[in-house]
C-alpha cells in the first residue's frame, strides 16, 4: 500500500479539531483520503461512526498501512504528536524537554480549555437544558473565546521562548492550536480584542501554505460566498 493511501481522515469542513490535522498533513507533505461527517445533520451519533469513534468526536484517523490495527487514532493533539513521530520532519515540537512541554501547555490551553466549551454537543446541551437561545449561545462563546485566548496571550507576550511563533521562529503545535481556534471564530463570525500578539502570531502562520490550505473554507463542503 502506498502512502497515498494510507491514511483516511474522517472530517467535516469547518471544525476545528479536523484544521489542526489537515495543517499537520500539509505540512508533513502526507496525501490522505477524507470521509466526511455531517455533524450538523447529526452523523457522528449515527451507529457507523460511533464504530470509529465511540464518543462521536471529529476528527477520526484511520492508517491504512498493511503493518497496522487499523484502529482508529482520535484527538487531534493525539494524532498530531503520531504524525510528528511517523514523520519527523519538519518537527511541530522542539527538540528540548521543557521546549516541547512549553508548546504542549499552549496547546493544551486551546484545544483542551478553550475549544471544548463551543463545541456542538455543548450547545445543544445548553439549548435543551438551560433555554439558551442564539443570544445567549453567542455571549457564551464570546466568554469562553476570550477567557481563552487571553490567558494566553498573557503567555505569548510575557514569556521569553515566544518568538516569531508561539515557541521560536518554526510553527509548532502550539501554533496549530491557536489557528485553529482563529479559524473557527471567523467561521462564527467572532472576533476577540485584546490579544495582538495571538494575532500577529496567527497571521505569521496564514502566511504559510500548509495553514492556508486547511482554512475551513477552501474545504469540501463549506459554503460558497
Known sequence: MTDDHRFELFSYWRTSATYRVRVALHAKGVKWRETNVDIDAGEQHGEAFRRVNPLGGIPALIDHAESQSHLPLTQSLAILEFLDEVYPHPPL??????????????????????????????????????????????????????????????????????????????????DICLASIFAVMRVFKIDVDDVPTCKRIVAECEQLEAFAAADPSRQAGAPQP
Not at 503567555?155 to 511563533?165: I, V
Request: charged share 20%.
Open 93 to 174: 515540537l522542539p527538540a528540548d524537554p521543557h521546549g516541547r512541554a512549553r508548546v504542549r501547555s499552549l496547546a493544551q490551553m486551546l484545544a483542551a480549555d478553550t475549544h471544548p466549551l463551543i463545541t456542538p454537543r455543548v450547545r445543544k446541551y445548553l439549548a435543551a437544558n438551560a433555554g439558551f437561545d442564539a443570544d445567549a449561545w453567542r455571549a457564551w462563546q464570546l466568554q469562553w473565546f476570550g477567557t481563552g485566548l487571553r490567558a494566553v496571550e498573557q503567555r505569548l507576550a510575557g514569556e521569553a521562548g515566544t518568538g516569531r511563533f508561539c515557541h521560536g521562529d518554526t510553527p509548532t503545535i502550539a
